[in-house]
């Protein structure tokens, strides 16, 4: 059963803070091997907190032992109440800096706040002056979390930490969902506009295309997501790839689609063809800004295998 904060004696606070600064000190190292690939700068600066935080943990240790003995008890964050539960964010992988300072100062901000009650609750001088220097250090911590790039990283580290990290979005994001929207965009195509043109009706053409968007998006997650484990690709969970690759697959077939709800058939039409180009159009530069696929090249590829299928649609659909 947990325990209230302010029924702690102070042998047990001094038992909670020997606790606190071992696990954030073994975050802060997993946080530093997590980064170490692509971020290493930041990795470096980490695994000197980790250094700082052992170093707090046996002053605490030397203080304990000095008041209370060898015998130290073993009492965590959970079994007080109060204390704000971490989420396991540096179980994930892979993860960015972003997030990893954004954790720092909720978890250093949250022990200075322990140091500072807890030294309210202290008599000990000893005791009183060690949680007090140990308050100053993690408020210092806790300041400097929201400018670690200023002070730890030179522009040219934090220049190859952005291409790190947009290297990482692009594989784990963009690529399967450029490869879900192309095959949507494409693939769909030739039914939808073969059953328009073989039935003139609006809402047969929307029929189709909504089966062919939905069931491609399906198709598309399940061979995304069991594709590989992400684990030597770098391309991250295989589920959420899986996902995004299936929402922009039949977002894809879904655009040129929706014009179909229209009963005209001839305006419907009109517009579902605009759509087509708007979006041959925004797959190209997609493929040119993250993929770096020249832009010319990029339209020829897109654009011309959209229209190849096009006409195939039509063709089929007037027969």
């Known amino acids: ?154 522009a040219q580290v934090r220049e190859g930490e952005d291409v790190a990290q947009r290297r990482v979005f692009v594989l784990q994001f963009v690529q399967p969902g450029l490869a879900g929207l192309m095959d949507g965009s494409v693939s769909t195509l030739a039914p939808v506009f073969a059953a328009a043109f073989a039935t003139k009706s609006s809402w047969d053409a929307f029929l189709v295309g909504l089966a062919a968007s939905i069931g491609a998006g399906i198709s598309m997650a399940f061979a995304e997501a069991l594709s590989d484990d992400g684990a030597l690709t770098g391309r991250g969970n295989p589920m959420v790839r899986g996902l995004v690759t299936g929402v922009m697959t039949t977002a894809g077939g879904i655009g040129h689609t929706l014009p179909y709800l229209i009963s005209d058939f001839n305006t419907a039409t009109e517009i579902a063809v605009g759509v087509v180009a708007v979006e041959l159009a925004a797959i190209s530069w997609i493929r040119h800004h993250y993929m770096e696929t020249p832009l010319v090249r990029a339209a020829l590829q897109v654009v011309l295998g959209g229209v190849l299928v096009f006409l195939t649609g039509i063709l089929i659909g007037k027969s």
């Open 1 to 154: 059963m947990a325990k209230n904060f302010k029924d702690l004696s102070e042998k047990e606070i001094l038992a909670l803070a020997i606790t606190l600064e071992e696990e954030d000190g073994r975050i802060y190292g997993e946080f530093a091997q997590g980064l170490l690939e692509d971020y290493p700068a930041t990795a470096r600066m980490l695994a000197e907190m980790q250094t700082e935080e052992s170093g707090h943990r046996a002053s605490l240790i030397e203080l304990y032992r000095a008041r209370f003995g060898e015998h130290i008890p073993l009492i965590r964050r959970h079994d007080v109440k109060g204390f704000v539960s971490r989420p396991a964010v540096w179980l994930v992988r892979p993860i960015g800096p972003k997030a990893v300072r954004s954790a720092i100062e909720a978890m250093e901000g949250e022990t200075s706040r322990f140091y500072q009650l807890a030294m309210a609750r202290t008599t000990d001088a000893s005791t009183r002056k060690l949680l007090g220097d140990l308050a100053e250090a993690e408020a210092k911590h806790t300041a400097s979390a929201g400018t670690i790039e200023k002070e730890h990283l030179t």
